[in-house]
């Protein structure tokens, strides 16, 4: 093949490969399955669907990348889920027609912390819902747990007394337990209604995560033993140490905040 026919090649398939890059953050229809686990994919910023249905018991998760789901017809059979990642900025859910079953879940709730770690905050929504059915919905902005404090290390135990050598030494003090971490605070939620009776079917839970507990301190060292040797003794026991503090509890994330237009 010829260098110009290589080139050619190249930018059809560039092209090809720019539409459906296009295409596929315009306008799409996906389907879980009941009991199943769908996550779109990674595209970036405002995503257009035509279609987006979840069976009873599914689950679908929005990736970080997208900021914004735009969705034509929204069908979310009893038990299904929608799961976003948690966003630094506002996540905008805008959905045309729904037809919603009961038993149905948003959430964009904050992850719980791992030891040494703080609850993450719940993501601030803004929620559009124009027209259909809608049987009731939990809306979930909380924030996460706070982890756990870490714990103190444990104190050295003294050497003992030896008969050829040096008497007993003290056990050294426990380390301070670490201060547990913060929850992380519920997001706002912005919610937009087609029909203002839906408010009664809508749970939005905007509480914050809880503090995590104080980390354990650390155990006291034991203290040398004295030497018994054959004909005498040598030396008396070491001292204990003494066993560290623990750590403070930490404070509650605080709760969101819901306005209705």
């Not at 315009?26 to 405002?46: K, T």
């Amino acid at each position: 093949m010829t260098a110009a026919g290589v080139r050619h090649h190249w930018r059809q398939g560039l092209l090809i490969l720019s539409l459906l890059c296009s295409s596929a953050s315009r306008a799409e229809s996906f389907e879980v399955a009941d009991h199943g686990l769908l996550r779109l994919p990674s595209l970036v910023g405002a995503v257009q669907l035509d279609r987006l249905t979840i069976g009873a018991s599914g689950k679908l998760l929005i990736p970080v990348s997208i900021t914004e789901l735009q969705v034509a017809h929204l069908t979310m059979k009893p038990g299904a889920k929608i799961s976003i990642a948690p966003h630094p900025q506002p996540f905008v859910l805008t959905v045309r027609q729904v037809d919603i079953a009961d038993g149905s879940v948003i959430a964009a709730s904050g992850a719980h912390g791992d030891r040494g770690e703080p609850g993450g905050q719940g993501t601030d929504l803004k929620l559009t819902l124009e027209s259909g059915s809608l049987a009731n919905l939990t809306v979930d902005v909380r924030g996460g747990d706070g982890g756990q404090g870490l714990a103190g290390q444990a104190g050295q135990s003294g050497k003992s007394a030896a008969c050829w050598g040096r008497g007993s030494r003290d056990g050294s003090s426990g380390g301070d337990g670490g201060d547990g971490w913060p929850g992380g605070n519920g997001g706002r939620v912005d919610l937009m209604l087609g029909q203002s009776q839906w408010l009664e079917v809508i749970d939005v839970m905007l509480s914050g995560g809880a503090g995590g507990v104080a980390g354990e301190p650390g155990s006291a060292g034991k203290g040398g033993s004295e030497a018994r040797c054959w004909l005498y003794s040598l030396g008396s026991a070491g001292r204990d140490g003494e066993p560290g503090a623990p750590g403070k509890p930490a404070r509650d994330g605080q709760a969101g905040v819901l306005r209705v237009h």
